[in-house]
């Protein structure tokens, strides 16, 4: 018998943790769900090393100690944990990494969310975590803001990969694609071996539920109420059927015949924000191969016991959810200011983590030296 994150597996899904903390790490937590779950790669965002650092602080409290005695700032002593972490989850995940040719066994750490909008420093602070972390299996995350693509490119240019986050729209996404295409024809042109560079761009997807849904409520009409938790799995879906095309073309052929792998498909925000919706709603209603699926913990183990794994349910949709994004607009629905509204939230709510990330970092280290005094 096979328990449902196998047959997901098996269907081409590669199943990532949304989460990673210190604890996590020395528990053997991370092992396990590698070999019971089927777990095959981590991401990260500063609301989780906030949640790992603000709510998990003593396993953090030595280093914090270390740090405040050497002088670190709060920045340094942020990028210094943070670091070690995800370092530190690569070497748990190295096997994975080694037996999947480098596809899985994948560890994301995201740059400073401040830096969303400035192009430049991306692409200096992505090339300082790909030095520091210093593991083939890392990903830096770079967000699909509009600053964010041009440092995707140069950033793939130099042989780093990347996981591509904050990725809403269709049209966002297809900017994205080129990015990377772009990144690698750099990189080829600059000699060094494409086959060794991976990405995946994650598309988020309750969170457009959350967003159409009010907004659909807001209209009233029968016709808005039937819409509704349709949005996000229509817009996943779609964003595979770009994926087909675009990689698909004689430009995106060309790298994969000279060794390059194929940017992924990541589905992000799969945790049901609606208690009336399945809880593995985003799981099971976008299986298709060669995806990630990177799953809050809550999302895996709900996931893991009663997940209906029936196949694929993307390819054969595409008809139906081009329907509900002609119906969506019919009903009075902007679905090109809901994905901005719904990036510009996105960006805002990390730089919110980020900066209490900093402020709970800044208060252990005047707590570690207060002790010393």
């Given amino acids: 018998m096979s328990t449902p ?3 997901l597996v098996a269907e081409g899904v590669s199943i990532w943790l949304d989460d990673l903390s210190r604890e996590r790490i020395t528990s053997g937590n991370l092992t396990e769900l590698i070999s019971t779950r089927n777990v095959s790669g981590v991401t990260t965002n500063p609301t989780i090393f906030q949640g790992a650092i603000g709510g998990g602080g003593h396993s953090y409290a030595d280093q914090i100690a270390e740090l405040a005695k050497a002088g670190a700032t709060v920045d340094d002593a942020i990028f210094a944990a943070t670091t070690d972490d995800v370092r530190d989850a690569a070497d748990i995940f190295r096997p994975v990494y080694d037996a999947t040719n480098g596809v899985d066994g994948r560890v ?3 740059v400073s969310p401040d ?3 400035d192009t430049d420093a991306t692409i200096a602070q992505a090339k300082q975590l790909w030095a520091k972390v210093d593991r083939p299996n890392v990903h830096i995350k770079i967000p699909a803001t509009k600053a964010g693509l041009p440092a995707i490119t140069a950033v793939l240019a130099e042989g780093i990969s990347v996981n591509v986050t904050l990725i809403f729209s269709l049209e966002r996404y ?4 080129e990015a990377f295409l772009a990144g690698l024809e750099q990189a080829q042109a600059n000699g060094r071996d494409i086959s060794q560079i991976h990405s995946v761009a994650s598309f988020f997807v309750s969170r457009v ?3 159409v849904d009010k907004r659909l409520a807001a209209i009233g ?3 808005a109420e039937g819409l509704k938790s349709l949005a996000g799995v229509a817009n996943a879906r779609l964003a595979y059927e770009l994926y087909e095309k675009e990689f698909a073309t004689d430009r995106a052929k060309a790298l994969t015949d000279a060794g390059a792998h194929a940017q992924r498909p990541l589905w992000a925000s799969t945790g049901v924000k609606d208690p009336n919706l399945p809880d593995t709603l985003y799981v099971t209603e976008l299986v298709a191969p060669g995806t990630v699926n990177t799953m809050p913990e809550k999302t895996l183990e709900a996931t893991f ?3 209906q794994i029936a196949g694929d349910t993307v390819t054969g949709t595409y008809e139906a959810a081009h329907q509900v994004f002609a119906d969506l607009a019919a009903a009075g629905v902007d679905f090109a200011d809901v994905t901005q509204v719904l990036e510009d ?3 805002s709510k990390f730089i919110a983590s980020w900066h209490d990330l900093q402020g709970t970092v800044k208060a252990a280290l005047e707590d570690a030296l207060q002790a010393t005094r």
């Fill in 5 to 7: 994150t196998e047959k």
């Fill in 108 to 110: 994301s750490i995201e």
């Fill in 115 to 117: 830096l969303a909008h």
């Fill in 209 to 211: 539920d959350t967003e």
């Fill in 221 to 223: 009409t029968d016709e």
């Fill in 305 to 307: 016991d009663h997940g």
């Fill in 345 to 347: 939230e996105g960006v």
């Fill in 174 to 177: 297809a900017e994205v694609i």
